[in-house]
């Protein structure tokens, strides 16, 4: 059963990038998408975008310009990059499994951005 | 993008009654090899969300049968049979069919 493990700095100053990896345990690594997700506190979600094993890319527009998604195959990892973080960008960040099925989701990490 | 508007944004519940949600969409969702990537998610308070239906109607592994999801195109519901307590928390219906994907704002369900 597949289980995702996410973990990085959750306390950021403005104009800082952030930093995230998530770790894949159990199934397949290769032939899925993984994504990454943010729920400002209180708020909906919003999708940041996916990875696949090959490193082919998608981004959401609203973000494009400051995410970096990559992948670690030999680590079974993927990663979120996301630069120049200003207090809007406080949110809880998800690593998930997204295709063929978009479950499991990671157990969520609070990024705050404060000065 | 495609919006996803979900209605209503909270119920109240008594346990062993129906709930139902709906959620349309700007677009239709139907894809041109024939699916509908159309998904209902339950967020459980302090939780990730979890996945309940996926394509519309199909049940994710374990989730209990009393959840089925409906429709087609662009309005598409999420039906609890009989509500149970552990029912409670926001759900989310979301669309894949187009970049980026995008959620619905969400659904508070609580228990009368």
């Known amino acids: 059963q597949v289980q995702l493990q996410q973990w990085g700095a959750g306390l950021l100053k403005p104009s800082e990038t952030l930093s995230l990896t998530c770790t894949v345990y159990?199934?397949?690594?290769?032939?899925?998408?993984w994504s990454w997700i943010r729920q400002p506190p209180g708020k909906g979600l919003e999708w940041i975008g996916e990875?696949?094993?090959?490193?082919?890319?998608n981004y959401n527009p609203s973000l494009k310009s400051r995410v970096t998604i990559s992948i670690d195959t030999s680590k079974n990892q993927f990663s979120l990059k996301l630069s120049s973080m200003t207090a809007a960008d406080t949110a809880v960040y998800y690593c998930?499994?997204?295709?063929?099925?978009?479950?499991?989701w990671g157990q969520g990490t609070l990024v705050t951005v404060s000065s | 993008d495609i919006v996803m508007t979900q209605t209503p944004l909270s119920l109240s519940v008594t346990p062993g009654q129906p709930a139902s949600i709906s959620c349309k969409s700007s677009?239709?969702?139907?894809?041109?090899?024939?699916?509908?990537?159309l998904y209902w998610y339950l967020q459980k308070p302090g939780q990730p969300p979890q996945l309940l239906i996926y394509?519309?109607?199909n049940r994710f592994s374990g989730v209990p049968d009393r959840f089925s999801g409906s429709g087609s195109g662009t309005d598409f519901t999420l039906k609890i049979s009989r509500v149970e307590a552990e029912d409670v928390g926001v759900y989310y219906c979301?669309?894949?069919?187009?970049?980026?994907?995008?959620f619905g704002q969400g659904t508070k369900l609580e228990i009368k």
């Open positions: 990875i696949n094993h090959g490193g082919s890319t």
């Open positions: 159990g199934g397949s690594f290769s032939g899925n998408y």
């Open positions: 677009q239709s969702l139907l894809h041109s090899n024939g699916k509908t990537y």
């Open positions: 394509e519309v109607s």
């Open positions: 998930a499994r997204w295709w063929p099925i978009r479950a499991p």
């Open positions: 979301m669309q894949s069919v187009q970049l980026p994907h995008t």
